[in-house]
């Protein structure tokens, strides 16, 4: 089982997470003639998926080599394919998570019951509390622990890169944009990353996080709102204002976002990377399509490869120099094709406050991303950058092809 599925998809697996699809393979499998692969699953790695109406066919079925995680499955029909060679996860009890989730997140699942309750009673915060806590407690409960959070990072991994692949995040490449989690609503520093989160989605491409606070929580914000009209985003600015920032209170920051949400109940897909090893900063509303990780080094390269379109480091601290160096780093060893352009937002900041760009320019001089590195003030410029670079090369995306 490949742990970060949504780094390098293992070759020969097929990854089925819902009825129709294992319906559609079985079928495909039970009509091969060749005897070698005829009824076989092996490859087959079927998670959180209710088989109990399925035992005929599963009986027709070759067990060896295939995984199944999280399904439902008759006794006798499990300890069949247990004969055969399957390797069957058993349900985990006493998690406040289902480690072998088919979906990725939304805000109204993380959030759920904020309405009526506290920050602390809603799943994000009491998963937080109960990873804190194993991780803290004897070693039986921390391996469990371990084992349950990894199988739901692989379960989160394999759900992102179908998205990706073929589902409502493969219509246009993805663009990071990273920067602080300190930004408060209501800033210009938040202002900002919101205005280059909208300019992004209404240019086409799908905007990506690290799905917290700050200005992620603007340039998804943006992103959600980029179809419609900059009174739209300058309103909703308006409603976070009140609520500024999440340390006083993480209920009343979430509660005005969720007010914005219902204001604009649809808004454009986009994507959020956060991580409960950060649990203390609250993922934000704004992103449709929330993967939220319990690794964070997993989540921190998963962000970083998936934003073929490029990625946009606005101003931030330790967090924000580390991605910007750790995508450097991909583009130094990178082959000439396989570069992300980096386009820093913020010529002062990064040349005088945290002098980050002097150093990624002597990096990459004489390498293949040395034209991939750029430094702008304004939101707009970094837009115009990434839609030449883009410009009909990809696909799918609005305005480019």
Not at 62 to 72: P, T
Not at 319 to 331: K, L, M, R, S, Y
Not at 340 to 345: A, F, Y
């Amino acid at each position: 089982m490949d742990s970060t599925p949504a780094l390098h998809p293992l070759p020969r697996v097929i990854e089925i997470a819902s009825l129709a699809d294992f319906d559609r393979h079985a079928a495909a499998a039970l009509a091969l003639t060749d005897k070698r692969l005829a009824a076989s699953m092996h490859g087959w790695h079927v998670q959180s998926v209710d088989l109990r109406a399925r035992g005929a066919m599963l009986e027709k079925l070759r067990a060896a080599g295939s995984v199944f995680m999280g399904c439902e499955i008759e006794g006798k029909i499990e300890r069949r394919l247990r004969g055969g060679g399957a390797l069957v996860f058993p349900e985990i009890p006493g998690l406040p998570f289902d480690p072998y989730r088919g979906e990725l997140y939304s805000g109204g699942e993380l959030y759920a019951g904020l309405e009526t309750g506290s920050y602390e009673t809603v799943p994000d915060a009491r998963i937080y509390a109960w990873l804190s806590h194993r991780y803290g407690a004897g070693a039986h409960d921390a391996l469990n622990a371990a084992l349950s959070s990894t199988l739901h990072d692989h379960a989160i991994g394999a759900r992102l890169e179908s998205q990706i692949r073929d589902g409502a995040l493969a219509h246009a490449p993805l663009v990071g944009v990273m920067g602080g989690h300190a930004q408060q609503r209501g800033s210009d520093g938040y202002a900002t990353a919101a205005r280059l989160g909208y300019a992004l989605s209404g240019a086409g491409f799908i905007v990506a996080t690290g799905g917290g606070p700050g200005a992620m929580e603007a340039a998804n914000l943006g992103a959600y709102l980029g179809a419609g009209s900059t009174e739209n985003l300058a309103e909703a600015l308006e409603m976070l204002a009140v609520e500024p920032g999440f340390a006083s209170s993480v209920t009343r920051w979430a509660r005005a976002a969720a007010r914005v949400r219902e204001r604009w109940p649809v808004g454009l897909a986009n994507l959020g990377i956060p991580t409960w090893f950060y649990g203390h900063e609250p993922p934000n509303m704004f992103a449709t399509h929330i993967a939220k990780y319990f690794a964070n080094a997993t989540r921190e390269a998963v962000l970083l490869e998936k934003c073929s379109g490029g990625i946009v480091f606005m101003p931030g601290a330790a967090g924000t120099v580390q991605e910007i160096f750790q995508d450097a780093c991909e583009n130094f060893y990178g082959a000439a094709g396989s570069i992300s352009p980096m386009v820093l937002v913020g010529i002062d900041y990064w040349t005088r406050t945290l002098p980050a760009y002097p150093l990624l320019v002597d990096l990459a001089r004489g390498r293949a991303m040395e034209d991939m590195v750029f430094l702008v003030d304004e939101p707009s410029e970094a837009v115009r950058i990434l839609v030449e670079l883009n410009d009909g090369s990809i696909s799918g995306v609005r305005g480019l092809a």
